[in-house]
């Protein structure tokens, strides 16, 4: 049971990123019929499953929301800025809610949650309840509900094997109870003799008749879980309520026994004639429904057959075939080394095949492990309207290529430093509306993320058009902080790089937001984490622009293999921009580490004196020209080997001296090849 408990609560975070999904977009086009359809049957679906496994809190609550959006669904109203708000913060409550022992925190809570819905249910349907008691002058509200009332009649025939999977039919009925007014009967025909008995199979059957003012659809969602499982007949009885008209009900079961079709009977209410024409249309498109198992659905069910082309894996089943190719990359590196030396040429062929079968494996690997990063627009969107409300500023997010996919493990670190930035965008960036107006600015202020993917990394650009920054003012508290000093004569560009040191802000006061000097250092150190790197563009009063680039994979990644004295390392392909061969005895001649290539100063690291100190200098180097920032830095090595894809292993507890090395890879030799990340090594030597 405990399986299907975690699959459902699975199912549940993903029913509330398509909730907070519709809301931002309701609150675009408030009056959109079909969004508020979606968000009511996600709220039914949480309600019904909710009470199956246990979690009635999350129920109850979610049962008083629903009753709140079908004042919107039956237009009787137009959903408000303040619902859709009220409705977020409800669902971040019913996130805590999502517990097996509630605690009195969480009754509370749950509570709370349901007072606050009510009273906005009596604001939107005492208005609406007056107009209909002005309408119709003697009649109660009572009766005026009651002429919605329709009564259907519902076959539930479950398959023996239904308890199996955690489901438990006595919470659909009671669902369908508290959907209307029901007769109901059991039915015990398929109960087997006593000594025949398995206590893990169910023998019953319900039939029951239920007036409602609920759609033929919420009927149907009811059951939504379990149409594969059960024998399901919903079929119209009558356009009002017969519950108590015994004649009617024995009619229409006599019908059902001798397989006659049913007319409806004519309803006792005065209705106008279009009237009658629509309830015969109506008739027409949901009388005799029919759900079946999914090898017996026919045209005429109200559930279309569908294909499935995807399946639900665990994260740790993917993480594990992940490190299955690593180990097979290794495995083919060996085999290349053997064959070489070999040379025999069946060898060969075998190894070049198994190359191309290892390449659409890793391919293979790459696409299940990769996400899109239109996962996180959600928590953007939410972060901005929420922002928007507490800073009384308004901003739209805006999004593009989105669909660009990184590794999950790199989704899932990357949020964080999206979220800084954004917040950091809405509190200095984005300037009130008084400023934006007489900067002669629009009044709504844009925060847009673009992503792409250019070769082995994707970039990720985030840009606001608030104030910009002001090189004055960081260079000010620099100096006053003591970053830099008096003499410091750096360009605008190293001034605004500033303000991803440690401990760096401009903000005058601390709030909840800002103000703490934690911030862009922390999102800084969470992209070189993942080794990447960001750069900072910013003009005053047009914009500030983020530029993160990160790496397709964190687990298998091209890179390029090179040879300090005896040991071997690899740089990240997607950080090199170029190699030169250099002579050591100009490297020699230099004293400040700088160097011109291509036209350019480039300062440099020399790594056979900070790896090799005391090995023999070969008469010729290479200068590994990496990425670092907005500039480009130099490596230099004793020999670049060849191209080299590297499965990435852990390198576990490494001496705080030594985290200039994210990782490392088994060789086909057996040797071990480390990876330098180059923001942390040239960090520490420059």
Not at 232 to 245: D, M
Not at 613 to 622: A, I, L, M, S
Request: contains cysteine.
């Amino acid at each position: 049971m405990n399986s299907f408990v975690e699959k459902f609560k699975v199912e549940v975070s993903e029913y509330f990123e398509r909730l907070e999904s519709g809301l931002l977009q309701l609150e675009q086009d408030p009056e959109n019929l079909l969004i508020i359809g979606e968000i009511f049957r996600i709220m039914h679906t949480m309600k019904g499953s909710g009470g199956m496994f246990g979690f009635d809190l999350l129920s109850d609550v979610t049962h008083d929301l629903e009753s709140l959006f079908e004042i919107f669904r039956s237009k009787e109203k137009i959903v408000d800025s303040e619902v859709i708000s009220f409705t977020l913060n409800a669902i971040d409550g019913l996130k805590q809610l999502m517990v097996e022992d509630p605690t009195d925190e969480n009754r509370l809570l749950a509570s709370k949650l349901k007072s606050d819905t009510q009273l906005r249910i009596t604001r939107f349907s005492q208005t609406q309840l007056n107009s209909e008691i002005g309408i119709l002058p003697g009649n109660s509200a009572e009766n005026s509900v009651e002429a919605k009332q329709i009564t259907y009649y519902i076959s539930f025939v479950p398959d023996e094997n239904i308890l199996i999977n955690g489901t438990n039919p006595l919470y659909l009925i009671d669902e369908l109870n508290a959907l209307g007014e029901c007769n109901i009967q059991v039915s015990f025909d398929r109960l087997p003799p006593l000594a025949e008995i398995d206590p893990l199979k169910c023998y019953i059957s319900w039939y029951l008749f239920i007036s409602t003012s609920e759609s033929i659809d919420t009927l149907q969602d009811v059951f939504i879980f379990v149409a594969n499982n059960a024998l399901i007949t919903i079929q119209k009885v009558a356009n009002e309520n017969v519950i108590h008209k015994e004649v009617v009900l024995a009619a229409f079961l006599n019908a059902q026994i001798n397989e006659e079709p049913w007319t409806l009977p004519e309803s006792d209410l005065q209705e106008s004639k279009a009237s009658n024409d629509v309830d015969r249309t109506e008739e027409k498109e949901i009388a005799g429904v029919l759900l079946k198992s999914s090898t017996e659905v026919s045209k005429n069910t109200g559930f279309t057959q569908t294909t499935v082309d995807s399946i639900r894996v665990d994260s740790s089943k993917i993480d594990l075939y992940m490190n299955l190719v690593s180990e097979f990359l290794t495995a083919q590196s060996r085999l290349e080394q053997i064959s070489l030396s070999l040379k025999n040429p069946e060898l060969e062929l075998v190894t070049e095949t198994f190359e191309k079968l290892n390449k659409q494996l890793r391919d293979n690997a790459f696409d299940m492990s990769l996400i899109p990063i239109e996962s996180l627009t959600i928590r953007l969107k939410r972060l901005v309207h929420d922002l928007s409300k507490s800073l009384d500023k308004e901003v739209v997010l805006v999004t593009e290529g989105l669909e660009a996919e990184l590794d999950k493990n790199i989704i899932e670190k990357l949020i964080e430093p999206l979220l800084h930035i954004i917040r950091n965008s809405m509190d200095h960036g984005i300037e009130s509306k008084n400023e934006r107006l007489s900067k002669q600015k629009d009044l709504i202020g844009t925060i847009s993320v673009k992503a792409s993917t250019i070769g082995s990394y994707v970039q990720i650009e985030i840009e606001d058009d608030g104030n910009g920054l002001s090189v004055d003012q960081i260079r000010e508290k620099a100096i006053a902080s003591g970053l830099i000093s008096n003499q410091e004569n750096l360009t605008d560009e190293e001034v605004c790089q500033l303000i991803f040191e440690p401990g760096f802000s401009t903000s005058e006061s601390i709030n909840s937001l800002s103000g703490r000097g934690t911030g862009m250092d922390v999102v800084r150190n969470s992209v070189q984490a993942m080794r990447g790197f960001v750069e900072l563009v910013s003009e005053r009063d047009q914009f500030t622009r983020f530029i993160i680039k990160l790496p397709l994979s964190l687990s298998i990644i091209d890179g390029l293999l090179i040879r300090i004295g005896d040991s071997y390392y690899i740089i990240p392909s997607s950080l090199v921009s170029k190699l030169h061969l250099i002579r050591s005895e100009l490297l020699k001649k230099e004293t400040r580490r700088v160097i011109e290539l291509d036209g350019l100063q480039i300062p440099y690291l020399n790594l056979h004196e900070e790896f090799d100190g005391d090995g023999k200098v070969p008469e010729e180097q290479f200068m590994v020209v990496v990425f670092y920032g907005n500039h480009f830095f130099g490596l230099v090595v004793d020999e670049v080997i060849r191209e080299y894809q590297a499965a990435i292993k852990p390198l576990g507890r490494m001496p705080k001296s030594q985290d200039m090395f994210s990782g490392a890879s088994i060789l086909g030799s057996g040797e071990l090849a480390l990876v330098i990340d180059t923001n942390k090594l040239i960090q520490e030597n420059s």
